[in-house]
């Protein structure tokens, strides 16, 4: 895997970026800017200050305007900053050119993100995965940005006879890419094998935003120790553990959760992962309903449901942290009545956008997780009945 040690530090000081546009309201930048904090929380930066600037469209050459990079840059110099990170893609060019505004390293939030997965992928498919994205986002960025890729690869080739740097480069990056899709081909196909050899259990995936809660409810349900952490892509390896409910058994996994602006080459990478979601049976999309975007948030994951083709699939909604939206929504004093008032509302509301296919919970409060468990074991007695009619000692 390119060694990613050097992107970010654990004391890096950073700033964020983000442009206001025709396409992003300023409303969705500041959210937008703040995930990108627990990002970069999660790659161990410390955020110290936000930068924004309302623009028709980002500058070719910038990204942002001269007199913005310019306040950023003073800023930086004043404040031991060490890393610039910014909310969209930026092409080799714009790096390079920020870089000498700035002085110091200048990374986007897709760069960020696979910086994060390098740092937590732990088996061999994973590493795979990962680096193939890494050498795909750097490909089209070469020209502008070598020596970004010396800092992460480090001397990957040598030059040719009569071959440029830059051509020496490109080759290379495809070779590797061309070797790392032939790896991942043949790990994809020992996965495969090993999906087909579950045999006949019916099959459930956890799918959702990433940091909703899908490792806690995993361990509750399955009874089994699976890492759970406060932070963006906890799990980057499929888990998958044979459950039995009430004599009927089925394997449930926890998959990679999904965030705004992944870049196409992780979802391309990830294939072999996705594919525990696109052959699942039935999917459980939960959602941390205390986030106050917890709506753009599904529309983020059906989309991406969507894009793999697995949105036609009977999904039972798993609402989570109903503790922490209740402390967030409802004031102390509320009267009990009119508090239960508004929580009625709330599920009429969702029961009737789902067709009755939705659950409210806390899984670290261990809140109607029986309900949860009644409303599966229902959806999956009924699935191997349609699918196995024979087999009645199944439902």
């Not at 992003?24 to 600037?53: D, N, S």
């Not at 072999?272 to 205390?290: F, G, Q, W």
């Not at 009429?348 to 789902?354: D, F, V």
Request: include cysteine; charge should be neutral.
């Amino acid at each position: 895997m390119l060694d990613q040690k050097e992107i970010i530090g654990s004391e890096d000081r950073a700033v964020l970026v983000a442009l206001i546009h025709k396409l992003q309201t300023e409303e969705q930048a500041v959210e937008y800017l703040e995930e990108l904090a627990f990002l970069a929380e999660t790659a161990g930066a410390t955020t110290v200050k936000q930068f924004m600037q309302k623009l028709q469209h980002p500058d070719t050459k910038t990204f942002v305007g001269k007199g913005k990079l310019e306040e950023i840059r003073d800023y930086v110099k004043a404040n031991n900053i060490k890393i610039a990170i910014f909310d969209d893609e930026l092409t080799g060019s714009q790096i390079s050119n920020i870089e000498k505004v700035l002085g110091i390293k200048t990374i986007d939030r897709s760069d960020l993100i696979l910086d994060i997965f390098a740092s937590r992928a732990k088996t061999a498919q994973a590493k795979v995965q990962v680096e193939l994205a890494q050498y795909q986002y750097i490909l089209p960025r070469l020209r502008g940005m070598w020596k970004h890729l010396e800092r992460q690869a480090g001397g990957i080739g040598t030059r040719g006879p009569g071959e440029t740097e830059i051509e020496t480069d490109r080759r290379i990056v495809n070779d590797k890419i061309s070797l790392l899709r032939k790896k991942l081909a043949q790990i994809d196909k020992q996965s495969a094998t090993q999906r087909k050899e579950r045999g006949i259990y019916i099959r459930v995936a956890l799918v959702g935003y990433t940091n909703v809660g899908k490792s806690t409810l995993m361990t509750l349900l399955s009874k089994s120790d699976v890492f759970a952490e406060n932070k963006l892509f906890a799990t980057l390896d499929t888990t998958t553990r044979k459950i039995v409910y009430e004599q009927t058994p089925f394997l449930l996994s926890d998959t990679v959760g999904f965030i705004r602006k992944l870049p196409h080459h992780l979802i391309e990478s990830f294939k072999s992962t996705l594919d525990e979601v696109r052959e699942a049976d039935l999917l459980l999309h939960v959602i941390d309903i205390s986030h106050p975007a917890y709506e753009d948030q599904m529309a983020v994951v059906n989309t991406t449901l969507q894009d793999i083709k697995a949105f036609d699939k009977p999904i039972l909604v798993v609402f989570n942290k109903m503790d922490m939206y209740e402390e967030k929504v409802f004031d102390q004093w509320l009267p009990e009545e009119v508090k239960q008032d508004l929580l009625d509302q709330l599920k009429k509301r969702w029961n009737a956008e789902t067709g009755n296919s939705c659950v409210f919970i806390s899984a670290t409060e261990r809140q109607n997780i029986e309900e949860l468990r009644d409303f599966m074991l229902k959806k999956i007695k009924n699935l191997y009945k349609e699918r196995y009619p024979y087999m009645t000692q199944f439902y």
